[in-house]
């Protein structure tokens, strides 16, 4: 199987854009590389300024490359291999060569409890496929139940991200653009993306971009998404334990610094999933948290922060690293919008670790509204799939 090519590009115009990216990826060796028994897969990542274009640049693709197979996203940044684009018309291609039969991509699924179209489901039922890479749209209430019920429905692991814009939400799914922001085109939003045969080696990993400041605590008494005890306790003096002195002399310094976390049972790596801690009843001695939560949820309170989150990135690359047979052929990026510069204060820090630790290779993904893992739906968090 060939090595994966990269191309990215910024300008002005999306002409110009997709004009660059074409003629990199034709200097690179994935596209000569397909055989008659192989297929050529190309993922495309758009910034949010070129999210109108998208089906221009990918029209071009296609014609200009005679890559059938894309699928893709728009994100309010987007990554390569070492570098990382915000705030200004930019777009990422990666391309890879696969077996015949070695991957299938999904038309978006819109409605709940509607699964897979006949010929998917044919097509995942075969091989089993044993993992997916999707792209949600925010906008549709049921993206989130929809990542749910297709990984119980397949029982592949889902890796991507919701799409994140100021504007339009274009995901692809071969030649056709999915926008759940032109009602006319009779395509909202859902969950779309590529399955992958088992004879497709990846390795995934995860980082939760914060680090607990105290155990976790079981919810003693609730309301809806209010926290009205912890461990039998007044739910505001177990987290002032938590945060220590100074936080609690002044909670408003907490905000944005202090997030509600909730351990994802049966993990064996410590998983868990991250919420905003959104109020604080100081006279009730309340908390209230971005999630509608239950008796008897363990919950605890972590730290975010550009060194709380660097730390863990480094250690969840390392750990990867590890485990890899071998240097990466290509690999996908899905980080938070609340991460990037906005976190670190400059472009390019998480796809500098990545190349740091991992070498240099082809490296394609973009900064959304949320990350996918697992089948389950995180944010502040960074999720990368590596080709081996």
Not at 132 to 146: E, R
Not at 175 to 184: C, G, K
Not at 212 to 219: A, E, I, K, N
Request: glycine share 12%; with cysteine; charged share 20%.
């Amino acid at each position: 199987m060939t090595a994966f090519s990269v191309a990215h590009a910024t300008a002005d115009d999306w002409g110009s854009v997709a004009r660059q990216l074409v003629e990199d990826l034709t200097a690179g060796d994935a596209l000569m590389g397909a055989s008659g028994q192989e297929q050529l897969l190309g993922f495309l990542y758009v910034t949010d300024l070129l999210a109108g274009d998208m089906g221009s640049i990918l029209t071009y693709l296609r014609q200009t490359t005679n890559i059938e197979h894309w699928t893709g996203t728009t994100g309010i940044g987007i990554c390569a291999t070492g570098i990382e684009y915000f705030d200004r018309p930019a777009a990422v291609a990666m391309v890879g060569a696969f077996g015949d039969e070695q991957f299938h991509i999904f038309p978006a699924l819109t409605v709940l409890n509607v699964g897979l179209n006949a010929e998917s489901k044919k097509w995942t039922d075969a091989v089993s496929a044993p993992f997916a890479v999707v792209h949600g749209d925010p906008n549709n209430a049921d993206t989130t139940a929809i990542i749910e019920d297709l990984g119980l429905a397949t029982s592949a692991f889902f890796v991507g991200g919701l799409s994140a814009s100021r504007g339009a939400h274009p995901q692809i799914a071969d030649a056709e653009i999915v926008d759940s922001d032109a009602p006319d085109s009779g395509l909202p939003g859902g969950l779309s993306g590529v399955f992958f045969a088992p004879t497709v080696e990846v390795a995934t990993g995860l980082s939760q971009g914060c680090l607990p400041v105290g155990p976790s605590h079981v919810v003693s008494d609730c309301v809806d998404n209010v926290i009205i005890g912890l461990d039998g306790q007044e739910a505001l003096s177990i987290f002032k334990d938590d945060v220590g002195e100074l936080l609690s002399r002044d909670l408003s310094r907490a905000a944005g610094y202090i997030h509600a976390a909730f351990p994802i049972e049966g993990s064996d790596t410590g998983d868990y999933v991250v919420r905003n801690l959104i109020g604080i009843d100081a006279e009730r001695g309340w908390l209230a948290v971005g999630e509608e939560i239950n008796a008897g949820d363990r919950v605890m309170f972590v730290r975010r922060d550009p060194k709380s989150a660097e730390e863990d990135m480094l250690t969840m690359l390392k750990g990867l690293k590890k485990r890899l047979p071998g240097p990466p052929r290509g690999g996908l990026y899905f980080s938070c919008v609340a991460r990037g510069p906005n976190m670190f204060g400059q472009e390019n820090k998480e796809a500098s670790l990545i190349r740091d630790v991992l070498g240099d290779f082809p490296l394609a993904g973009f900064f959304g509204n949320g990350e996918i893992s697992n089948n389950r739906l995180y944010g502040y968090t960074g999720v990368l799939a590596l080709f081996l």
